[in-house]
């Protein structure tokens, strides 16, 4: 009974199946058009899930807590004096002071972010993070040493020289000596950095020597770092505490935002889609409606008429998400997603060649399979309960 | 061969050309791993709070940091609010 | 099988303004094994007669019973499985689906059978091979003549061994000696122990020796037998 019932269904397949064939050229372009949708929508949902993953596996090291001072809304220095306000509260490891910034390059419409590093005085500062130190070189001017990232680097269009300046607030110049950068596998976090010494970022900036931007709080026990984050806020007045969780939830935030903006475009596609399968699931043509009384009136059931429309949308959506589905992972592995970076990354002056591994995600898969093809499946076998109505008694 | 036997096997191909994809993914991911080491270590080491993969509006590459008045701050033609400053480059 | 209609009475859109009254008082048996004819001008109510007796349609009024089955108060989906079991239609202008080759036409009843694709070829080409056109089998309907399209349209009624086989005009668009050979391949099928009922007002089916019994029907009614 059941061996059966498979071969009904595997024979009502087979025709379904000859009948793509036969109108192969018109059912070509159906599937085409629907591994695009669906190429689309998974390239996207590929590339937001692969970034989000990236971040939980890459943003664990960010520092536990942030404290920023702020006044009149927006962000103001703080001085070196509140570090020891805040080393004698139980539970904090260690309180590093920083001075960093954003630096927008007129000439080019670049933002930098620059850092001073308390270390990067010492010889070989920063070990293991894979930066290619320069030989020393000494400049008949006054210039710092700075490490900058690949984006900078070609930002500046600095080639083969060394040397570069930036403006600070009263608009003279300040020279810097490129004496390392960073490779190409940290671009993801460093292609737009310019790491200096923290005294040199303070002078770039126009800040006070005692004055530094923001303090980064690393805390013994993680389950603790809102507590301390509370003790923070009531210790220092005015100021702004942003712990690794916040960081991390605006981030899901701006990316989900970015993907959902994204997916509403493509909704549009979407629909216009099912549109289509719609129309051409409920206009049969005079000649379809002839082969389906026929096919009736040699006994087939109208369960078996829908069976058949049944299969023929499983045929087109099961071939388009394959295609698509696979499309989309090629695009986004051998292709770094191309065609959808610049929604998701923006228009940025600076393109770090980010490398996108796709990850494989059921979930994704599934969202996937119920926009594409379970309403292909609705706009086209509902409709076919109308059509498998048809009276056998038509063609007599 | 039937049809439908041979459009499973068109569907099998589909999967396997699927799997193989997701496992050159997951050796890639595993080929990176000593690049992600240093990255995660520099995050540690600089303090740094997001990726650069979008540094069009401030508070976009450090999204820890960013505020409301960040708009307009300093490019007059650069419409910095979120999420337009993604979609639109600003005037030159 | 013997059929026997009580009493049928059919309209269509009964009670509307377009109402027909197709069928009146048909009060008719066939015996198992009989061939009859059914002839009258067109417009008389021979199709719908058909279809009553072949299960396509109920009757309004009236109890249709074939086989001993009642037909009158089945459901559709009943309908359908006591036609894909016992009848065989041969429909005027034979309704072959134009671009399926000769074979699948033949084997479509086959399909929601469960019938395996070997077994499916294999009774099919048994029956082209016997009404010798198996040489074409691979052709589009589309692109054969008339007589092969008839020799098709008998296979595919044939395919599931029905007890009773129904024709609509079958000879109406053939040459006298294509409706000859159809006439000879009707009188195989009796010899067979089929019931065989022809709608036709060709004279050479009425006066066909293979033809038991001949029914005039005119304006829905059954006027004399002959």
């Given at each position: ?31 085409f058009?629907?591994?695009l949708?669906i190429?689309m929508?998974?390239s996207?949902s590929?590339?937001t ?18 404290v ?7 962000q103001?220095?703080l ?7 805040l080393?004698n509260?139980?539970?904090?490891r260690s ?15 670049a ?5 001073g ?5 010492e ?23 700075a ?8 930002s500046?269009?600095l ?10 607030p009263d ?12 490779g190409a596998?940290?671009?993801m ?6 790491i200096?010494?923290?005294?040199a970022?303070r ?15 690393d805390?013994?026990?993680?389950l603790e770092?809102?507590n301390?984050?509370?003790?923070i ?10 712990t690794?969780?916040?960081?991390a ?24 889609f099912a ?7 409920t206009?049969l ?7 389906v009384a ?17 299969w023929?949308s499983?045929?087109i959506?099961a ?17 770094d997603?191309?065609?959808f ?11 770090p ?9 059921i979930g ?9 093809v ?23 | ?5 041979r459009?499973l ?7 396997s050309a699927q ?7 997951n050796q890639?991911?595993a ?5 992600e ?6 995050i540690?080491i ?8 979008a540094?069009?509006a401030?508070?976009?590459?450090h ?28 005037e030159? | 099988m013997k059929?026997?209609?009580k009493a ?17 008082g ?5 015996d ?9 001008p ?5 199709s ?13 009024i ?6 001993g089955?009642?037909l ?29 080759s ?7 009843p ?9 077994q ?13 056109i198996d040489?074409?089998s691979d052709f589009?309907?589309a692109e054969?003549?008339g ?24 000879t109406?668009h053939?040459d ?6 159809f ?14 009922v022809i ?15 001949c029914l005039?029907?005119?304006d ?7």
């Open positions: 009974m059941a061996l059966r019932y498979i071969d009904r269904q595997l024979n009502i397949a087979d025709y379904a199946l000859s009948g793509f064939k036969r109108r192969v050229a018109r059912n070509v372009v159906v599937v058009i629907f591994a949708v190429f929508v998974a996207f590929l590339t899930t692969s970034l989000k993953q990236a971040a939980g596996r890459l943003l664990e090291t960010v520092p536990d807590i942030t920023q001072k702020m006044s009149a809304g927006r103001v220095s001085t070196e004096d509140a570090v020891d306000k080393e509260i139980f539970g904090i309180v590093r002071p920083r001075v960093w910034g954003y630096y927008f390059d007129e000439n080019n419409g933002n930098y972010t620059v850092i590093h308390p270390k990067l005085s010889k070989s500062p920063l070990p293991g993070l894979g930066i290619d130190y320069l030989p020393e070189m000494q400049l008949d001017t006054v210039a710092e040493n490490v900058i990232g690949r984006g900078v680097r070609q500046l269009e080639g083969s020289r060394r040397t570069f300046s930036l403006f600070r608009l003279t110049l300040k020279s810097f000596i490129t004496a390392g950068a960073f596998d940290t671009s976090v460093t292609d737009d950095l310019i200096m010494d923290l005294q970022a002078d770039l900036f126009g800040l006070a020597p005692a004055e530094i931007t923001d303090l980064l709080v805390v013994a026990n993680p770092i809102d301390i984050a509370d003790k806020g009531e210790r220092l007045q005015g100021v702004r505490v942003v690794r969780e916040r960081i939830k605006t981030y899901r935030v701006a990316f989900g935002w970015r993907s959902g903006f994204g997916l509403a475009c493509l909704f549009g596609a979407m629909a216009a549109i289509f399968a719609w129309d051409k699931a206009g043509t005079p000649a379809q409606q002839r082969e026929i096919l009736k009136v040699v006994g087939w059931q109208t369960e078996d008429v829908i069976t058949l429309r049944f023929e499983i045929i959506s071939s388009a998400l394959g295609l698509g589905y696979l499309g989309a992972w090629m695009h986004l592995l051998f292709f997603g191309v065609l970076r610049p929604v998701l990354l923006g228009w940025s002056v600076l393109k060649p980010v490398s996108l591994i796709p990850v494989f995600s994704d898969l599934l969202i996937i399979f119920s926009l594409s379970l309403p292909y499946l609705a706009a086209t076998v509902i409709p076919a309960w109308h059509s498998a109505a048809i009276r056998p008694d038509s063609v007599i | 061969m039937r049809l439908s036997l459009f096997l068109f569907l099998a191909v589909c999967i799997l193989g994809l997701i496992g050159a993914a890639r991911l080929a990176s791993s000593e690049a080491r240093r990255i995660v270590r520099s540690e600089l303090g740094l709070s997001d990726f650069c993969i540094t069009d401030r508070y976009v590459r999204l820890a940091v960013s505020d409301r008045l960040s708009p307009f701050m300093d490019h007059p033609g650069s419409i910095e609010h979120f999420p337009t400053g993604s979609f639109w480059i600003p030159r | 059929i026997e209609l049928v009475e059919k309209y269509y859109n009964r009670g509307g303004s377009n109402q027909v009254h197709a069928l009146r048909i009060d008719l048996t066939i198992a094994n009989e061939t009859i004819c059914i002839h009258g067109s417009g008389s109510g021979k719908t007669l058909l279809s009553i007796l072949g299960g396509i349609i109920g009757p309004t009236g109890s249709a019973v074939v086989g089955k009642k009158a108060r089945l459901p559709d989906r009943f309908l359908t499985l006591y036609r894909r079991e016992h009848i065989g239609f041969i429909f005027q202008r034979f309704q072959l689906i134009p671009e399926l000769v074979l699948e036409n033949v084997t479509l086959l399909l929601p059978l469960g019938v395996r694709p070997a499916q070829k294999k009774r099919a080409m048994e029956l082209l091979e016997k009404l010798e040489h074409r589009p309907a054969i003549s007589g092969e399209l008839q020799r098709a349209a008998v296979a595919r009624a044939l395919i599931n061994d029905p007890s009773i086989i129904i024709a609509d005009e079958p109406a053939l006298t000696r294509l409706s000859e050979d006439l000879s391949i009707m009188s195989d099928l009796k010899k067979l122990g089929k019931t065989i709608a036709s007002h060709d004279p050479l089916v009425s006066e066909s020796p293979v033809v038991d019994r005039y029907l005119r829905g009614a059954l006027a004399a037998a002959f």
